[in-house]
């Protein structure tokens, strides 16, 4: 079989690449699962329903809202809290110490005036990270943090992911969170958007009619000298252009002939797995709470957790509530635990949070997703570099989070697979 155009992958990327690419170049999704979204889509437990992972929008491409608002959703302010030895501390931290001892106060905020000056050119996450809060709020919040979120020591860490996404507070803001807790947001994003019915995922859905897909076909070979794709149920297809999604290491893995240059650094190129932890309670949602919270402590394996009834309504039934809790690990830092030991370890750990008892638990659910985030070791953009380049040499686009191997967003990974099409349509 022929198509002009194949997509591999039917995550938001590949779809929108489809999407996009409209009618006029002949394009099919070929997605390994029976859904589409990826990390976008959803599953049910009963009358539950849970996206993987939190998932809200706050986006500001203006192509992605003309897609996203065609569905009716809820705006939420975001409030995170932050889970520290029995304490709950607004979101920033460094901007909201008010929950700590007076004793820990003082070190946190001498820390933070006495912080070590540095130049701009970080040697690595931790320099920076000292260079900007400060030994105390280093040590007991953002190094413990970064081994349960990135797996990774903050030392192999570097540091051009880091935007706007961690807040720098003049120190005036650091002392009036320290003895006030009524500070103002610094969230990143001012304002998060999520539909009001469908999960996540029904903001791609108005796409999703405009695609074409084939479900379960996992792709397991690329020849890309013939410019065929076979599949793991055996069939193939030949194609004109080739567009991916697949994470670099595992769409290089199904090539032929890659010089080992290529395949060795595709093989270096590091990422995080989730456990992604599921539990349905017996008590109605406590609207007073926050959607989602990280935790720091060493002892709980979770890095955060949300409540997807205050996502919306539509996620839990009436009188119920749900939590999905996030655990990371990756090839420097396994994870061998049984689900059941799993499913007990997060048992104790919504009883030590006060979130819920263990006679309110309905289910506990444990999915492996093996891709979450890549990891900004020292080598990633050499090792990025050489595999981008090469499919790049060979007329492969490659898009997405895993396909551009970087920390994007849904609405990022949006317009990745939009450049994409684009690209094609002007050819
Ligand atoms: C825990 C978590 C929380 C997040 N929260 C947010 C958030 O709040 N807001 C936000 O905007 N973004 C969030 N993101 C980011 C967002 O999920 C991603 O940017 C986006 O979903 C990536 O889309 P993608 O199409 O690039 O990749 P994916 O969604 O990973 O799609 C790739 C697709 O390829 C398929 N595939 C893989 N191998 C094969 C094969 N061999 N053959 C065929 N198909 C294959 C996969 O099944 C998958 O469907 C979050 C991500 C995570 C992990």
Redesign the pocket.
């Known amino acids: 079989m022929d198509t002009e155009t194949v997509i ?8 929108a690449a489809n999407y996009f690419l409209g009618k006029d170049k002949a394009a099919i999704i ?4 029976d859904s ?6 959803n599953f049910s437990i009963g009358a539950f329903k849970f996206d ?8 500001s491409f203006k192509e992605v809202r003309e897609v996203f608002d065609m569905t009716p959703y809820y705006t939420y302010s975001p409030e995170p809290m932050n889970y520290y030895k029995g304490l709950w501390l607004k979101q920033p931290i460094q901007n909201n110490l008010f929950p700590l001892t007076p004793e820990e106060k003082v070190k946190a905020v001498k820390d933070y005036i006495y912080k070590p000056v540095q130049a701009d050119d970080f040697e690595n996450y931790k320099c920076w990270l000292y260079s900007k809060y400060g030994k105390y709020i280093t040590e007991h919040f953002f190094l413990p943090y970064t081994e349960k979120y990135w797996c990774e020591r903050a030392e192999n860490m570097e540091t051009s992911w880091i935007g706007n996404r961690l807040y720098l507070p003049e120190i005036d803001e650091v002392l009036y969170g320290a003895m006030s807790s009524a500070t103002p947001n610094r969230y990143y994003a001012q304002e998060m958007r999520y539909p009001k019915e469908g999960g996540y995922k029904a903001f791609l859905k108005p796409m999703l009619s405009k695609v074409n897909i084939n479900l379960n ?4 070979k690329l020849d890309s000298s013939h410019k065929l794709v076979e599949f793991e149920d055996g069939s193939k297809v030949y194609y004109e252009n080739l567009i991916s ?3 670099l290491p ?1 769409l290089i893995k ?1 090539m032929k002939d890659v010089p080992s240059a290529v395949k060795e650094a595709s093989e270096n190129l590091s990422a995080t797995s ?1 456990i992604l932890i599921s539990i349905g309670l017996n008590v109605p949602q406590d609207e007073s709470k926050s959607i989602w919270f990280y935790i720091y402590d060493k002892d709980f394996l979770p890095a955060r957790a949300y409540y997807p009834g205050l996502k919306s309504k539509s996620n839990i039934p009436s009188h119920q509530s749900s939590l999905q809790f ?1 655990i990371y690990y990756s090839r420097s830092k396994p994870l061998s635990m049984r689900k059941e030991a799993l499913a007990e370890h997060l048992i104790r750990v919504i009883e030590k949070l006060k979130l819920a008892n263990r006679k309110d638990v309905l289910f506990v659910d444990i999915k492996n ?1 093996p ?3 890549v990891i900004f070791d020292k080598k990633l953009y050499f090792n990025r570099n050489l595999v981008r380049q090469y499919l790049n040499n060979l007329g492969i686009q490659s ?5 551009e191997w970087d920390y ?6 949006f317009m ?2 939009k450049k994409a099409a684009e690209k094609l349509l002007n050819m």
């Open positions: 591999l992958g039917g995550g938001i990327s590949g779809i070929y997605e390994q699962r589409m979204g990826g990390l976008c889509d993987t992972g939190i998932h809200l929008s706050f986006t076909k996992r792709a397991v999604s697949l994470p595992a199904i989730l996030e997703i891709y979450a985030n898009i997405g989070r895993f396909g994007l967003w849904s609405d990022q990974s990745s697979g």
